[in-house]
């Protein structure tokens, strides 16, 4: 059904007087209301990707007269063409008028919070010659490894200025903002599963959702296909949200389970306890005790061998596609009951065995959906690995109804970088990472190995205490850390004493007031090429970026025109290996030509990794693209429907199994231990997790970590998202404050604290009361918010408020007075260390509340 402006505004009056019988909006004319508005004018809808978060939709902008105007999902999209609220905010993104400009050049030296930069505008051939010079002095003192990249979100294209540039110029320090972000989350699946990657789910045919954490709905992965598909899982399947604030998922879940901050794993030990003893695991996909017995009685090991009739008969258990069932029981489980476990979680334990069973009686359709508010803790490895072990005593892993891997979308590999590394820098790039990754007390385990991921937030003090060695020179792009990091005082202190930084950015954001060079950043999603790959209801897919109206001001793309015009001055300077990688390797794909210009390096670029996409040779393997254009035109490509079933028996672990008992795990501790000389519980100990031996290798229970004595700091602080942050980046939106109370509990156009209304009445605490939230680290400025959905003993605040730079909106005065509190001025300076992350959640942090 379609129709047009007219007889819609003809239906819509005609109907006022029957409106309150009769539903002017079936289902097809709502979803089309975008549309009929321009009906008729001269715009044009083209696509490109969001990027507000990790979904990565792929998105469609409405151009008219070279502006875009409105945005929707790209119906070619594997959800559905759907979106959530956060891409109309791009809008106000990109037409920011405190956007920069030109690139600008720091006049005074002086770094600082609070600090006038004192940027005045230069031409693009000064900045980018001044940040070649310095490039060239690290190169000419035979110091490559003292220059620094660093990124957050990306496109495809970060292979260029975040995979390979800094090894094209001798350095081994490129740094992702990925620790900052999920890390914990994943590494449960690697520990268990072999995949340290985000997961889909067959929402389509599940029975149950236990979501650690996950508020679908507003944030998370995926959300507008959950959005999309809320209603109908709703219809099937029942929704546990397990989160000490009641989310806007938790708020339309079936059971809401307001856990104490950072005891997620004692509640999924527990939970596993009672399936394990009431006989509910999936034999299918566990197995089974050979006599059919159930020998998990509480507190009591399964016995090796039981005595029947005077006869010793060994007690085997046949396990299938899952490792050490039995040794998870043995070694924590048994005496792990809900009644244990309800002083720890202030879950009761009648309410862990009624949705054990649940979960449980759902099957293989029942998903353990774990996320980073439960793993993304100071000891959240172990509790995602917990949470994620709960699919695998359902078998829900790659099932129908379940969670699953999937593959991606093809791209053309990265041209090899060897042949054009200078043999000058062979010792420097064999330097260790200034992130310290896969140092004493940060194994940073990827896969089996020791130092395998990043650890981001720890760069801060390394660069303060030299260790590996001082940083000269560095470059950021699409990250603001001073900001988004724990740690802000040690990342204002280490960005103040670095030499030089140059910020690639859209605004001059708190990492920006350090920069000696900002560079204006073309915006991500509406006006520049690049690609993602995700997937989404069992699609793997890659969407591409385009843009969709000219740049602001002079802006360029960070991930290519600006590696390119470095490549260009420092060739001009003597060094050619990054010009010469750059156009032997990134020839147009059509026409063969070599590109001379960053602009054409950008285009053939994107060209090239996307080429399998678009030049028909993965037609059989999804959508049908026969050319660049067409590509351009649809916006995506996707693979066929993932057929469920395909990873069993194939699991990327030490066993190939789905481990309970994660040998995987113990591989990569014992190669951290070698490399330093441990023993496997010391190198326990050094990443800082308390339970010694085997059990350490099984999910088992961690206590959490709390700064602050409860005496002094009585409450546990937590931060949650807003269903309206694009990450860092939409809050110099006005929109973003207009519409912030879309957040449960949350008021418009302000940063409220949110405390549960008993704790209220004992500080004598009332709604709109100005106070001032301190832990042992820093103090922030906010307001009471009286408010049932918090358990008491925990305050909760939105995260992403509190910047005292970005622009008009987003600060109070731009430079110095923020406009609400950071939570990471609050946040302790920690980490989970086996995996490398900065553990934003798990309420680590104790703080006290006085009124001002
Ligand atoms: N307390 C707390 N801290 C958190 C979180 C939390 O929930 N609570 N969330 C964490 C998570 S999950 C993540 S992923 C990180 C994200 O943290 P970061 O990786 O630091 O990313 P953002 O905060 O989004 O900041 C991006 C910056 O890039 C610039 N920018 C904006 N748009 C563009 C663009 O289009 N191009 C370029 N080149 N630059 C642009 C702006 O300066 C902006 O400040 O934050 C983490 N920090
Ligand atoms: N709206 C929105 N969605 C996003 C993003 C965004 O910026 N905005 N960013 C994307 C990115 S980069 C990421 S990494 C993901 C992050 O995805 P999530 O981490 O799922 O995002 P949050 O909504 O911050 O969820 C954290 C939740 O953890 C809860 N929590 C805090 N401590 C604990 C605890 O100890 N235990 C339990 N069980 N819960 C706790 C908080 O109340 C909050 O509801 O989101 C992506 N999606
Ligand atoms: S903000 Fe995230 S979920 Fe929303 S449309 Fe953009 S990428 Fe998709
Ligand atoms: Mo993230």
Redesign the pocket.
């Known amino acids: 059904m379609s129709i047009n402006r007219r007889d819609f505004l003809k239906t819509t009056a005609g109907s006022a007087a029957v409106a309150s019988t009769l539903s002017i909006f079936p289902e097809v004319v709502e979803a089309k209301i975008g549309e009929l508005a321009y009906e008729g004018e001269s715009g044009k809808w083209m696509s490109s990707t969001c ?1 507000g978060c ?1 979904s990565w939709c792929s998105i469609q902008g409405l151009v008219v007269d070279g502006k875009v105007i409105k945005v929707r999902g790209n119906p070619n999209s594997p959800s559905g063409g759907r979106i959530c609220p956060r891409p109309h905010l791009a809008l106000q ?1 990109v037409y920011d008028p405190d956007r920069v400009k030109t690139p600008l050049k720091r006049t005074n030296p002086k770094k600082g919070r609070g600090v006038d930069p004192q940027f005045v505008p230069i031409s693009w051939d000064e900045a980018i010659n001044t940040i070649a010079d310095k490039i060239m002095e690290l190169i000419n003192a035979g110091e490559t490894h003292k220059f620094l990249l660093t ?3 990306y496109t495809g294209l970060n292979e260029i200025m975040y995979g390979t540039f800094p090894k094209l110029i001798g350095s081994p320090n490129n740094i992702s ?2 620790a ?3 890390d914990a989350e994943e590494f449960g699946r690697e520990q268990s599963e072999g995949y340290p990657a985000y997961a889909d789910f067959d929402l389509q045919n599940t029975r149950y959702i236990l979501g650690w954490s996950s508020d679908m709905v507003a944030s998370n992965r995926q959300t507008p296909w959950f959005i999309n598909q809320f209603g109908n899982v709703k219809d099937r399947a029942k929704i546990t949200t397990i989160d000490p604030r009641l989310s806007a998922t938790g708020a339309k879940s079936h059971r809401w389970l307001p856990i104490i901050p950072g005891t997620d794993g004692a509640l999924a030990i527990a939970i596993a306890h009672v399936i394990l003893v009431e006989g509910k695991w999936n034999r299918d996909f566990v197995g089974d005790f050979a006599d059919k017995v159930n020998y998990f009685a509480v507190g009591q090991e399964v016995p090796t061998e039981i005595i029947v009739e005077d006869k010793k008969i060994p007690v085997v258990f046949n396990e299938i596609h899952t490792n050490g069932v039995v040794a998870w029981w043995n070694l924590e489980l048994k005496a792990r009951t809900p009644e244990w476990a309800e002083p720890i979680t202030g879950i009761s334990a009648k309410e862990i065995r009624e949705v054990a069973r649940e979960f449980a009686e759902a099957g293989s359709r029942a998903i353990s959906w774990t996320s ?1 508010g439960a793993s ?1 803790q100071i000891r959240g490895g172990i509790s995602s690995f917990a949470c994620h072990a709960l699919n695998g005593l359902v078998g829900s892993v790659d099932s129908v109804g379940g969670i699953l891997q999937q593959g991606s979308a093809p791209t053309a590999k990265t041209p090899d970088v060897k042949p054009y590394l200078d043999p000058r820098f062979a010792d420097s790039l064999k330097k260790q990472k200034i992130d310290q990754r896969g140092t004493k007390g940060f194994p940073a385990l990827e896969h089996m190995k020791s130092g395998g991921f990043v650890c981001t937030s720890r760069v801060a003090q390394a660069m303060l205490d030299k260790d590996p060695y001082d940083i000269k020179v560095a470059i950021g ?5 001073v ?4 740690g802000t005082k040690q990342w204002e202190e280490a960005m103040s004493k670095l030499p030089f930084f140059a ?10 007031m350090f920069a000696d060079i900002v560079l204006p ?5 509406l ?2 090429y690049g690609f993602a790959k995700n997937k989404q209801n069992l699609t793997a897919y890659l969407s591409i970026h385009q843009p969709l109206i000219k740049p602001y001001g002079e802006a360029k793309t ?1 991930e290519t025109e600006v590696p390119f015009l470095l490549a260009q001055a420092l060739a001009k300077k003597g060094f050619d290996a990054p010009l010469r990688y750059y156009q032997e390797n990134f020839k147009d794909p059509e026409t063969g030509k070599t590109p001379e210009t960053p602009e054409e390096f950008d285009l053939f670029a994107t060209k090239f990794y996307t080429k399998p996409c678009w030049d028909g040779s993965s037609n059989s393997k999804g959508d049908t693209i026969n050319s660049w254009a067409e590509l351009l035109e649809k916006g995506i490509w996707k693979t066929k429907r993932y057929k469920i079933g395909e990873k069993i028996g194939h699991f990327h672990t030490a066993t190939h199994k789905f481990e309970f008992f994660s040998e995987t795990l113990k591989a990569g501790m014992q190669n951290h231990a070698d490399k330093h000389k441990m023993t496997l519980d010391e190198a326990i100990e050094a990443a800082n997790y308390t339970v010694k031996g085997e059990q350490f290798f099984v999910p088992h229970y961690e206590p959490a970590v709390r700064y602050g004595d409860e005496a002094t700091y009585p409450f546990i602080f937590i ?3 807003s269903r309206l ?5 939409s809050q110099n939106t006005p929109w973003y404050y207009s519409t912030k109370s879309v957040d449960p509990g949350d008021e418009n156009e302000k940063d409220v604290t949110k405390l549960n209304p008993l704790d209220g009445k004992k500080l004598g605490l009332k709604n709109g009361d100005k106070i001032r939230v301190s832990s042992m680290f820093g103090t922030i400025e906010s307001e009471i918010k009286l408010w049932e959905g918090i358990r008491p003993g925990t305050v909760a605040k939105c ?2 408020q509190g910047h005292w730079a ?1 622009g008009r909106v987003g600060s109070e005065i731009f430079g110095s007075k923020p406009r609400g509190g ?3 001025d609050l ?1 302790c300076y920690d980490w989970e260390r086996l995996s490398g992350s ?1 553990p ?2 798990g309420g680590h942090t104790r703080v006290k509340i006085e009124k001002i």
């Open positions: 990027q990790t993104q990124r957050g979100r903002h990925s900052l972000c999920a980073p993304m792009y699409w990250n603001n850390w900001f988004s990091s724990m910020h690639i950015t859209t605004n001059i954001a708190e990492m920006t950043a073309k915006m991500h999603m006006e520049r960070d931060d949650h998202r942050n694009r990450e860092g980046r995260y992403g970005y950071n939570n990471n946040y900065n934003r959640h």
